[in-house]
């Protein structure tokens, strides 16, 4: 599998960051990992990352919706304030527990990539690699 540039965890649980760290590691998803406990967090580490990734080397932020702080859905309307060539190579995939219809309302209206339920496991990785970056884990 071709390797994406870099993943960016953003949870507040940071067990959550590192058990999935640990997941994208062991398939070898990326060649970076980073972490944030909130959106104001990520998005500085989201400057960096998409300024050095192109479309045909993508990040993928995994997103958790709710957050202290800055949370997924104020994030994402931050992120839609770069530059449009930084947006080009970053899918958001929104990274939850949280099922309710409320929450998936306004999930659903969001530019997003997609959305996954917790917890983050090989089958759900490998439908978003498929889905959003046309690769996946070798038989």
């Known amino acids: 599998m071709i390797k994406l540039s870099s993943v960016l ?5 940071p067990r959550t960051n590192d058990l999935n760290e640990r997941l994208l590691k062991q398939l070898g ?3 970076r990992y980073l972490a944030a406990t909130d959106g104001a967090e990520a998005l500085v580490a989201l400057e960096d990352l998409a300024a050095e990734a192109q479309p045909t080397s993508p990040v993928l932020v ?5 957050m ?3 949370d997924g859905m104020a994030f994402v309307e931050a992120y839609h304030q770069l530059p449009t060539a930084r947006q080009d190579a970053v899918v ?5 527990a ?5 929450d998936l309302g306004r999930i659903e209206s969001l ?3 997609g959305l996954v339920s917790k917890p983050l496991t090989k089958e759900k990785l490998d439908t978003i690699l498929k889905l959003h970056f046309q690769r996946q884990f070798l038989a």
């Open 68 to 70: 202290p702080g800055m």
């Open 111 to 113: 530019p997003i990539a």
């Open 92 to 96: 958001i995939v929104m990274h939850t």
């Open 29 to 31: 998803v990326a060649d």
């Open 9 to 13: 965890l953003v949870d507040d649980d």
């Open 62 to 66: 995994l997103l958790d919706v709710k």
């Open 98 to 102: 949280s099922m309710n219809s409320v």
